[in-house]
């Protein structure tokens, strides 16, 4: 069984431009998570689907952050306009069931702005 | 809010030593209680979550709820355990995973 994916598997911009992160869950995965780990500082929590809908975004750093998922499958998360302090390796994570709290881990994106 | 704390960021023993690695957390709804582990160059994944009670790799976590600790265990470290350590509670009410700020094990030979 494949794994959760994220895509690209690092990502090098500059300040003020766009940046958009894919994670594909594993198939049948209704819960779908994004965390962010800033250099130095602990993994946070920004959001959770269940299936295409938000369900808690109270971790999202401000509204340059928009993260969609559409049909339910992958999800993509988008830093526009893209700040130095946003880099950051960021993961995403899956579980199949509301009551099954583990988590399945992607590999993470290392984003990196200049 | 929530809080996770893994006093030790880096802890430091030699193979076949035993190894502690403390976290505290907030109560707060009853947590589910997790560890995960990343090794060098590979993904974050489950380490043991208490509620299934099993020792992985040889590892054990203690509950402690007067405490709020949940402090994992091996009593003889192998250098292969060498990873980053994070204690995560999932925190029913919210359905959200609280990270402690994670403990590197180093293990030498």
Redesign the interface.
């Known amino acids: 069984e494949a ?2 994916t994220q895509f690209p598997s690092h990502s090098v911009i500059e300040k003020g431009q766009t940046v958009t992160l894919r994670c594909d869950p594993i198939s049948g995965h209704d819960n779908l ?1 994004w ?1 962010r780990r800033v250099m130095g ?5 920004l959001l ?1 689907f269940v299936k295409e809908s938000k ?2 975004e ?2 999202m750093p401000n509204n340059r952050f928009l993260a969609e998922r559409t049909g339910g499958t992958y999800s993509t998360l988008k830093v526009q306009p893209a700040e130095l302090e946003d880099s950051g390796v960021y ?1 995403c ?1 899956s579980s199949q069931r ?1 009551s099954d ?8 994106t290392r984003l990196t702005v200049t | 809010a929530q809080r996770v704390t893994q006093p030790e960021k880096l802890l430091s023993v030699f193979k076949g030593a035993p190894v502690e690695l403390k976290c505290n957390y907030s109560y707060s709804g009853s947590p589910e209680l997790f560890w995960y582990v990343q090794y060098s160059r590979q993904r974050l994944q489950l380490l043991l979550r208490h509620i299934s009670r099993e020792s992985i790799k040889g590892f054990t976590a203690d509950l402690n709820k007067g405490e709020t600790s949940f402090h994992l265990k091996k009593p003889f470290a192998q250098e292969e355990d060498s990873a980053m350590y994070y204690c995560a509670p999932f925190y029913t009410g919210g359905f959200k995973t609280i990270f402690g700020a994670g403990t590197r094990l180093f293990v030498k030979a």
Do not use: T
């Open positions: 794994g959760v998570y965390y500082k602990e993994i946070k929590f959770h369900q808690d109270s971790g993961f994570a509301r709290y583990e988590q399945y881990f992607g590999p993470g």
